[in-house]
């Protein structure tokens, strides 16, 4: 495979956000469900410094394009999707990357979902206020 059509591929989970990330060379654009990443992201800064961690971790900030396809959950969990993405194809690329990237933290599945609501009570743990008479 050359280095010109390189194409690296991985999903990301989040909660009920599900991202699929392709990287390829590039300038370093973002692309988020046929939209640019600021106007998906609602200009949220937080988000996009956090999708460009696992590059700039590796000094490669401006070396790849990223179109991602997401769907499910809000931005902030479709946005740790689109990292845990990011971060499992850079892992394919060279196994030092995934050295860095594990010791950051970037690799790991945040397994938490939302708890089910239980009878009897308002939430998951909220019950109603005890009333002694």
Not at 25 to 40: A, D, P, S, V
Not at 62 to 71: A, L, P
Not at 99 to 110: M, P, Q, S, V
Request: aromatic letters at 6%; hydrophobic letters at 35%.
């Amino acid at each position: 495979m050359s280095k010109e059509n390189l194409n690296l591929y991985a999903i990301g989970r989040r909660k009920e956000a599900v991202a699929q990330v392709i990287l390829q060379i590039g300038t370093g654009k973002l692309i988020i469900n046929k939209k640019e990443g600021k106007e998906y992201l609602q200009n949220n800064l937080s988000y996009l410094q956090k999708i460009t961690n696992p590059l700039n971790l590796l000094g490669i900030e401006n070396s790849f394009d990223i179109y991602v396809k997401t769907k499910g959950g809000g931005l902030t969990g479709q946005t740790d999707a689109i990292i845990l993405g990011i971060a499992r194809a850079l892992t394919t690329l060279s196994t030092e990357n995934r050295k860095i990237l594990k010791t950051a933290g970037l690799l790991k599945r945040d397994a938490r979902k939302i708890e089910r609501k239980k009878y009897g009570l308002k939430k998951a743990r909220k019950a109603s206020q005890f009333s002694k008479r």
